[in-house]
C-alpha cells in the first residue's frame, strides 16, 4: 500500500536552531501534503497544505516564516521549523493525498520534537 | 464550516467486551468520513471509510462503522475487544465535493482503554 516514510522520528535540538523533518512518499506520487500538529492528548491541528511545485497554503494563526514547509518534488515535502523556542516543542505528522479517485490519505509516522 | 464531534474522550472496557466509539459530523454537503487509529507516538492507521453505496462499512482488525445520514453520524464497533485496541481514535470527514483542497477535519478523539 501507500507509505509516506517520516525522519526523524524524534529529534532534540537547542533553543534558537533549525530543525528539518522530512515526509517522502515511497511508492506513489504525492500531489499534496498535509502538516499536522499534534499536543499531548489533542487532535491533530492542521498547520499546512502543500501542493507540489507551489506554495504552501497556512492555516489561520500559523507562522509561515517559523514553519517553512517545502515540496518541490511529487515525493518529498520537508517541515523546517526555523529558530525553534520550547513552546514549539511538539509532535509533527504529514499526510499525503494518494489517489484522487478514492479520497485515501497515508499517515507519516511522526516527528516528535523537544527544544531545550 | 464542517465540524466532527466524538462525544466520549475516554472509554473503557474490558477485553471480550462489545465497543462503539461516537462520531457525529455537522456539514451541510455529502461527507466522506474515515476512523483512524493512533498508538502513542505514531502516525494514523486507517481503519475504515466511507464514501457512499452500502452505509455498513468494513475495515480492519474486525471493525465495522455504520453510516447513519438522519443521525449525522457514523458510529465505529467492534463487537469483541482485544488488549491489542487500546489506543487514540479519530473519526474524520471530507467535502465529497473536494473543497479546501481535501483537508481532513479531524474529531478531538476517543481514548480507549482496555482492561484485561
Known amino acids: 500500500g501507500a507509505v509516506v516514510s517520516q525522519h526523524p522520528s524524534r529529534v532534540i535540538c537547542k533553543s534558537g536552531t533549525s530543525v528539518k523533518i522530512e515526509c517522502r512518499s515511497l511508492d506513489f506520487q504525492a500531489t499534496t501534503m498535509f502538516w499536522y500538529r499534534q499536543f499531548p492528548k489533542q487532535s491533530l491541528m492542521l498547520m499546512a497544505t502543500s501542493n507540489e511545485g507551489s506554495k504552501a497554503t497556512y492555516e489561520q494563526g500559523v507562522e509561515k516564516d517559523k514553519f517553512l514547509i517545502n515540496h518541490a518534488s511529487l515525493t518529498l515535502s520537508t517541515l523546517t521549523v526555523t529558530s525553534a523556542h520550547p513552546e514549539d516543542s511538539s509532535f509533527y505528522i504529514c ?16 516527528t516528535r520534537l523537544t527544544v531545550v | 464550516a464542517q465540524s466532527v464531534t466524538q462525544p466520549d474522550i475516554h ?6 467486551a462489545s465497543l462503539e466509539l ?6 451541510g454537503a455529502t461527507p466522506y468520513l ?11 492507521q486507517l481503519l475504515l ?3 457512499s453505496g452500502d452505509t455498513l462499512v468494513q475495515g480492519i482488525k474486525g471493525f465495522e462503522a455504520e453510516f447513519k445520514r438522519s443521525q449525522s453520524s457514523f458510529n465505529l464497533r467492534k463487537p469483541s475487544v482485544h488488549w491489542s485496541d487500546a489506543a487514540e481514535y479519530f473519526c474524520a470527514v471530507v467535502p465529497a465535493s ?4 481535501y ?14
Open chain 2, 103 to 116: 483537508k481532513l477535519t479531524f474529531g478531538k478523539g476517543t481514548l480507549l482503554t482496555v482492561n484485561p
Open chain 2, 98 to 101: 473536494g473543497g479546501s483542497n
Open chain 1, 95 to 110: 499526510s499525503a493525498r494518494v489517489s484522487d479517485r478514492d479520497y485515501g490519505y497515508t499517515f507519516g509516522s511522526g
Open chain 2, 22 to 27: 461516537r462520531c457525529n459530523y455537522s456539514y
Open chain 2, 49 to 51: 471509510k466511507y464514501f
Open chain 2, 34 to 44: 474515515f476512523w483512524y487509529v493512533q498508538s502513542p507516538g505514531q502516525g494514523l
Open chain 2, 11 to 16: 472509554i473503557t472496557v474490558s477485553e471480550g
